[in-house]
């Protein structure tokens, strides 16, 4: 029993590592912030948690480029990076610009369906323009291998025999009714209720049932919430149903631009900080009483770190708050509805 749970013990972690298995060619599309949708390949070749890859992505017909990326990933938190280098080939339109895309993506098994999720960021060649940030989602490409037909056998024809219905006739005399007068009554019932004798055969049919099977809804939580930390500026209680964020630039207007989440999902992607403020209404209701308001930096503007002032209003007061905010670190408030 020992030598067994040894065994176990030594392999468990290898099939969990290699059940990870990223080596591949992996199929999907990526999606712009303005919702322009483009196929996209990625071809990784995976040496630990170190990755090799090469990208391909298809405008149009006649329009495409591959690049050379690297990266890595992390198998714990199921994390993948994978950056764009250089363009080994390039055919765009004149107008266009070329842009080499940042993955960060989170890798999913759902019943063998491997599945890379996340967002992108992206630069022009030169490094010195953003190009815009999106979504990203690919599956990896299953093969299998053909398998010889399966000779059917020759239909046989099954033939039905019919069994006859066999009638039993008992004759009796004189001399038999004469003396059946002396049996008792349950005796005469017993000699005439066996007269006939009925063989029947009953048939069950079988029909094949397949269980549906149920599509998981694959869901992914942005990079910039799963890799950056989350610094938690204030807590705040508040009776009113209503209550409202504003996002002022806190100092010299340095072209910062900054994304917030409530409660995990987008609601401002990528919006610059000036003394005009950003303003967005929230409210408590279908069961929510908490709103968890994350400060994202999108860029670090022309003198770093990102700063904003951020109000917070209900009904009756007003709270101000400065916060700072980079690529290692998210600004976090939290509103709770206490009535």
Not at 77 to 95: G, M, T
Not at 323 to 330: G, K, M, P
Request: glycine letters at 4%.
């Amino acid at each position: 029993m020992y030598r067994l749970l040894l065994i176990i013990l030594m392999f468990g972690p290898i099939t969990a590592i290699q059940s990870q298995n990223l080596s591949g060619k992996w199929v999907g599309y990526f999606t712009t912030s303005a919702g322009v949708t483009y196929p996209y390949e990625i071809t990784i070749q995976a040496m630990g948690n170190t990755i090799k890859a090469t990208t391909l992505t298809k405008f149009s017909y006649n329009s495409s480029a591959t690049a050379i990326a690297n990266g890595y990933f992390t198998a714990q938190a199921k994390l993948v990076s994978i950056k764009e280098s250089k363009f080994e080939h390039l055919q765009i339109a004149a107008n266009a610009q070329a842009c080499l895309m940042s993955n960060y993506l989170y890798y999913n098994n759902a019943n063998g369906r491997e599945t890379l999720q996340g967002t992108y960021m992206s630069n022009n060649y030169s490094g010195s323009k953003d190009c815009g940030t999106g979504t990203v989602v690919l599956v990896k490409e299953m093969f299998f291998v053909k398998a010889k037909p399966i000779r059917k056998p020759k239909p046989v024809n099954k033939v039905t025999v019919q069994k006859p219905i066999v009638k039993t006739i008992v004759k009796k005399d004189s001399t038999e009714i004469a003396s059946s007068t002396t049996k008792a009554p349950e005796e005469i019932q017993n000699t005439t209720v066996q007269t006939n004798t009925v063989m029947i055969l009953d048939t069950i049919k079988t029909q094949e049932y397949k269980l549906p099977v149920k599509k998981e809804k694959i869901g992914f939580m942005p990079w910039v919430l799963i890799s950056r930390a989350d610094k938690l500026v204030q807590e705040i209680n508040t009776n009113s149903k209503n209550f409202s964020i504003e996002l002022y630039d806190n100092g010299t207007i340095d072209n910062d631009s900054i994304t917030v989440y409530d409660n995990k999902k987008m609601i401002l992607d990528r919006m610059r900080l000036t003394y005009t403020p950003i303003r967005v209404d929230l409210e408590f209701n279908n069961g929510i009483t908490e709103h968890e308001i994350i400060v994202v930096a999108h860029n670090l503007g022309i003198v770093p770190p990102n700063t904003a002032l951020l109000v917070v209003k209900d009904k009756t007061t007003k709270e101000e708050f400065f916060i700072n905010t980079n690529f290692q670190t998210n600004a976090k408030i939290i509103v709770r509805y206490s009535p």
